[in-house]
């Protein structure tokens, strides 16, 4: 401990120093460009200006044949003796997930699951950018019910199904409670997928990042209508709505999220100043509550090792990667698995089943992969970790505080965890917190019925202090 305390002493000041050397003074707010073009070229142009036109996932009976062929010929590798998901997804179980998905899994119902909410593409910046859009059954009468637009954001390895659990549970509203009549609050959601992800057209130019994605989407929203609305996010959905909230502060009404994303490159110092002072001196950072649930320092370093590994993939070759998993429906299905399995709890790796089935059904996560499978984006979707991880338009926002109101879900399980006290060097107006005991990484599939109150919730206290 004493060691320790001498290392919190020298690396304090110096940290300090260094921050203050790359931040302090910098307090202009970046630009974002107006515009950005990623179609194969500019004679696709005119096709910006059309209306968003009706979409139906549908898969052919060749694809399906295609597929089935591929899983029958998988070829297995071999697993250690007496090892569950500590070496990754164990193949004994991927025979069971293969043999479930050619033999007993129903695409036919999972896809007349997807098509039960209207979907649509749109052409934005020469990409055909698709989305869910579900209004409520009837206009609003009442001057005590609001309607509020809100965007659903997903991120990797997941997909705008994930939000096919949250989205009735927020189309709720409990007409006739007089007690709750000033805070009747109905929904318009929309759900796009991120351009390379669900069956958005991938972008055809390098350099689509996370900041492109929030413009993209912004205009999306003004295509539809919706000038002021809020955003909700996890994972790339979080970075993506936390761009939006900083970026068009005066369109934003509140952004919500169940994840709060690390800065790129800079301004990274803060929050580790404070991690270092609260591993010492936890009183002087944590709240009585926070000390008590909060990971310890060498918790978050060794789980962000052991769970990192794909990401330095994905950041630096991920076309290599996706040359084996977009041939191989099994290969795929495991890479995807395996982070529905430790992202939802870490002690999982000691399942042999990985306690997958605790936390979904296995229809649920195949649905996720048979995206994937029919998108054949799989590529593009890692790609998106290569454009934002080295892109230099991104990283001056990183200082950039979150001034719009903000709601932040903390769930038990999720990969990285920032108490209150952490996040409020990120997010200025912060005017809901919640801790849960229960949930990880894919909370608005996982545990729709806590995420969906919290976000109802969180609108009502924005609306209140109007």
Same mark, same amino acid.
């Given at each position: 401990?004493?060691?320790?305390?001498?290392?919190?002493?020298?690396?304090?000041?110096?940290?300090?120093?260094?921050?203050?050397?790359?931040?302090?003074?910098?307090?202009?707010?970046?630009?974002?460009?107006? @515009?950005?073009?990623?179609?194969?070229?500019? &004679?696709?142009?005119?096709?910006? @200006?059309?209306?968003?036109?009706?979409?139906?996932?549908?898969?052919?009976?060749?694809?399906?044949?295609?597929?089935?062929?591929?899983?029958?010929?998988?070829?297995?590798?071999?697993?250690?003796?007496?090892?569950?998901?500590?070496?990754?997804?164990?193949?004994?179980?991927?025979?069971?997930?293969? /043999?479930?998905? !050619?033999?007993?899994?129903?695409? =036919?119902?999972?896809?007349? *699951?997807?098509?039960?909410?209207?979907?649509? $593409?749109?052409?934005?910046?020469?990409?055909?950018?698709?989305?869910?859009?579900?209004?409520?059954?009837?206009?609003?009468?009442?001057?005590?019910? *609001?309607?509020?637009?809100?965007?659903?954001?997903?991120?990797?390895?997941?997909?705008?199904?994930?939000?096919?659990?949250?989205?009735?549970? %927020?189309?709720?509203?409990?007409?006739?409670?007089?007690?709750?009549?000033?805070?009747?609050? +109905?929904?318009?959601?929309?759900?796009?997928?991120?351009?390379?992800?669900?069956?958005?057209?991938?972008?055809?130019?390098?350099?689509?990042?996370? %900041? @492109?994605?929030?413009?993209?989407?912004?205009?999306?929203?003004?295509?539809?209508?919706? =000038?002021?609305?809020?955003?909700?996010?996890?994972?790339?959905?979080?970075?993506?709505?936390?761009?939006?909230?900083?970026?068009?502060?005066?369109?934003?009404?509140?952004?919500?999220?169940?994840?709060?994303?690390?800065?790129?490159?800079?301004?990274? %110092?803060?929050?580790?100043?404070?991690?270092?002072?609260?591993?010492?001196?936890? +009183?002087?950072?944590? /709240?009585?509550?926070?000390? $008590?649930?909060?990971?310890?320092?060498?918790?978050?370093?060794?789980?962000?090792?052991?769970?990192?590994?794909?990401?330095?993939?994905?950041?630096?070759?991920?076309?290599?990667?996706?040359?084996?998993?977009?041939?191989?429906? #099994?290969?795929?299905? #495991?890479?995807?698995?395996? $982070?529905? +399995?430790?992202?939802?709890?870490?002690?999982?790796?000691?399942?042999?089943?990985?306690?997958?089935?605790?936390?979904?059904?296995?229809?649920?996560?195949?649905?996720?992969?048979?995206?994937?499978?029919?998108?054949?984006?799989?590529?593009?979707?890692?790609?998106?970790?290569?454009?934002?991880?080295?892109?230099?338009?991104?990283?001056?926002?990183?200082?950039?505080?979150?001034?719009?109101?903000?709601?932040? &879900?903390?769930?038990?399980?999720?990969?990285?965890?920032?108490?209150? /006290?952490?996040?409020?060097? !990120?997010?200025?107006?912060?005017?809901?917190?919640?801790?849960?005991?229960?949930?990880?990484?894919?909370?608005?599939?996982?545990?729709?019925?806590? %995420?969906?109150?919290?976000? *109802? &919730?969180?609108?009502?206290?924005?609306?209140?202090?109007?």
């Amino acid at each position: 401990m004493a060691v320790l305390k001498l290392i919190v002493f020298v690396a304090i000041p110096i940290a300090i120093s260094i921050y203050c050397f790359t931040n302090c003074g910098n307090e202009e707010i970046p630009k974002i460009e107006e @515009d950005g073009w990623w179609g194969r070229d500019s &004679a696709e142009q005119g096709a910006v @200006d059309r209306p968003p036109v009706p979409f139906v996932v549908k898969a052919s009976n060749a694809t399906l044949a295609d597929l089935r062929s591929r899983l029958e010929n998988t070829r297995f590798p071999s697993s250690l003796d007496g090892t569950a998901f500590e070496y990754g997804l164990n193949s004994d179980y991927l025979r069971k997930v293969v /043999s479930h998905w !050619k033999d007993t899994f129903n695409w =036919d119902a999972q896809q007349a *699951k997807l098509n039960a909410y209207p979907q649509f $593409k749109v052409n934005i910046e020469g990409i055909d950018v698709h989305f869910v859009r579900i209004q409520p059954n009837k206009p609003s009468n009442s001057a005590n019910e *609001k309607t509020r637009p809100i965007m659903l954001i997903h991120g990797w390895p997941g997909s705008y199904w994930e939000f096919y659990k949250l989205i009735p549970l %927020l189309m709720e509203t409990k007409s006739g409670d007089k007690t709750n009549e000033k805070e009747s609050i +109905s929904f318009e959601v929309i759900c796009p997928s991120i351009p390379g992800y669900g069956f958005s057209e991938a972008p055809h130019k390098p350099g689509f990042d996370a %900041l @492109d994605a929030a413009r993209v989407f912004m205009k999306l929203m003004k295509k539809l209508g919706h =000038d002021k609305f809020y955003v909700q996010g996890g994972d790339w959905g979080s970075a993506i709505s936390i761009l939006m909230a900083q970026a068009y502060p005066e369109n934003i009404l509140g952004v919500h999220v169940n994840f709060v994303f690390p800065p790129v490159r800079k301004a990274s %110092l803060g929050p580790f100043v404070r991690l270092l002072i609260g591993e010492i001196w936890p +009183s002087l950072i944590h /709240s009585p509550a926070e000390i $008590k649930t909060r990971l310890s320092l060498k918790q978050l370093f060794f789980n962000a090792v052991r769970e990192s590994g794909y990401m330095h993939l994905q950041a630096t070759k991920p076309d290599t990667v996706a040359s084996g998993l977009n041939d191989s429906p #099994a290969g795929l299905a #495991a890479y995807i698995l395996e $982070k529905f +399995s430790s992202w939802s709890n870490y002690d999982n790796v000691h399942c042999p089943d990985g306690c997958i089935t605790k936390h979904f059904t296995l229809d649920e996560v195949l649905t996720n992969v048979m995206i994937y499978w029919l998108a054949g984006n799989i590529g593009s979707s890692m790609r998106f970790y290569k454009e934002y991880f080295t892109s230099d338009d991104v990283v001056p926002w990183d200082s950039v505080p979150v001034v719009v109101p903000s709601g932040i &879900a903390a769930f038990r399980y999720e990969l990285v965890q920032h108490t209150r /006290s952490i996040a409020e060097l !990120k997010f200025s107006n912060i005017v809901r917190y919640t801790d849960f005991p229960r949930g990880g990484h894919f909370a608005a599939l996982e545990v729709p019925e806590l %995420l969906a109150e919290d976000i *109802k &919730a969180f609108v009502r206290a924005v609306e209140s202090l109007k």
